[in-house]
Nanobody
Framework: QVQLVESGGGLVQPGGSLRLSCAAS????????MGWYRQAPGKQRELVAT???????NYADSVKDRFTLSSDNAKNTVYLQMNSLKPEDTAVYYC????????????WGQGTQVTVSS
């Protein structure tokens, strides 16, 4: 199993930046895929960015060139640096970990609210 704890959300003005953190309860190098998803009110949860162990991050088109996913294996933590934030980025952001064959086991954090508003 994997426990995930997110932090770093908050209120920011359009054009501002935030960094989200997701601390895992075990080595992230043993996890197939780490990712960030978000869910806005009245909308389905959507993928923001993912990072496969040993690979490069993949991003949704809507956040490409603005968001950066990185990891610190020593701290078992992944980060989502969000720049040039827009009101449409407002959502609850969830950290996800996928393990097992064909990523059959999915784990989620509790979510952290990001609000972009003037």
């Amino acid at each position: 199993q994997v426990q995930l704890v997110e932090s770093g959300g908050g209120l920011v003005q359009p054009g501002g930046s935030l960094r989200l953190s997701c601390a895992a309860s075990r080595s992230i190098s043993s996890i197939n895929v780490m990712g960030w998803y978000r869910q806005a009110p009245g909308k389905q949860r959507e993928l923001v960015a993912t990072l496969r162990t040993g690979g490069s991050p993949n991003y949704a088109d809507s956040v490409k060139d603005r968001f950066t996913l990185s990891s610190d294996n020593a701290k078992n933590t992944v980060y989502l640096q969000m720049n040039s934030l827009k009101p449409e980025d407002t959502a609850v952001y969830y950290c996800n970990a996928a393990t097992g064959i064909l990523n059959r086991y999915q784990y989620w954090g509790q979510g952290t609210q990001v609000t972009v508003s003037s």
